[in-house]
């Protein structure tokens, strides 16, 4: 009986060792292939690094994953028609070692540098000059990010809902100002309109009680890179930079120059972004 048992054991390991055997010889094979070598000589032409967020007092800039390729992937998706096609290249993320993601303790105020791409973000306490700025927008092919007053939110939903399918929609409270009897309110009205949720508080300047209303609700405080003021045109020129956030307020002198400021940011290079998508950390 306790030959038997021995013999079965012995026969279970010889099998195991054989299926090991089996796949690193495969993996082997695999490694040495021609396509297998072709495909890590292009690798490092694709893949990058991960950036860390960076912070400073009371302020922070999110990072950035970066990506790798996936040999195995690759080969495997490559090797029925046997070359190399490097957009079939498969990556996957190298994760940065910090990241801005649960914390709302800190001022969010621009995006990661590796990103030639700036996010517009409007103020709005009413309808004024409302529709004209969402036409220019659309005329040009922008996505901006709209904060919205609360009173604005509420009286105006089927027209929040028409804004929200080409720009991201965020709570700008009562007056312009935050507090808990409203804020929990907009940040449900504004997922039921738009099927998305709140991410964003807006302050104009270091403001802690806005930064401590938002925090309790998980809501990220984003001050602007670029405050147009009076002249948006000019303060663009002067101060454009990778991952600006750029805000403007509802005015006419906007209206009239919002054109010719997005015409500017093109021809620089620039690509338009929602906030979400400028302060996003996923891979790119």
Request: aromatic share 10%; charged share 25%.
């Amino acid at each position: 009986m306790f030959r038997k048992i021995t013999t079965g054991v012995g026969a279970v390991a010889l099998l195991c060792f054989s299926f090991y055997y089996t796949a690193m010889a495969a993996k082997f094979l695999r490694g040495n292939d021609e396509l297998m070598l072709e495909i890590k000589s292009v690798a490092s032409t694709y893949e990058t690094g991960a950036i860390d967020a960076s912070f400073n007092g009371d302020e922070m800039i999110p990072g950035l994953a970066g990506q790798k390729v996936d040999y195995d992937k690759s080969y495997s998706k490559m090797k029925n028609y046997g070359i190399l096609n490097e957009s079939d290249l498969v990556f996957t993320s190298v994760e940065p070692n910090s990241s801005i993601e649960n914390v709302y303790d800190k001022y969010i105020v621009k995006g990661n540098d590796a990103k030639k791409a700036v996010a517009l973000v409007f103020l709005v306490t009413d309808e004024t000059y409302l529709e004209e700025i969402n036409n220019i927008l659309l005329t040009n092919d922008v996505p901006a990010t709209f904060f919205l007053e609360s009173n604005y939110i509420k009286n105006n939903k089927d027209f929040v809902k028409d804004l929200s399918v080409t720009n991201e929609i965020e709570p700008l409270g009562s007056s312009a100002t935050y507090d808990k009897e409203t804020i929990l309110y907009d940040i449900s009205l504004i997922e039921t309109i738009t099927d998305l949720p709140a991410k964003y508080c807006f302050t104009k300047y270091a403001n802690s009680d806005t930064l401590k209303i938002c925090s309790n609700y998980q809501l990220q405080t984003v001050r602007p890179t670029i405050l147009t003021g009076n002249y948006p045109l000019t303060k663009i020129k002067n101060n454009l930079t990778n991952g600006a956030i750029i805000s403007f307020d509802m005015t006419s002198i906007v209206r009239k120059e919002l054109s010719v400021s997005i015409n500017y940011i093109r021809q620089k290079g620039y690509d338009f972004l929602t906030l979400s998508e400028l302060l996003s950390e996923e891979m790119k």
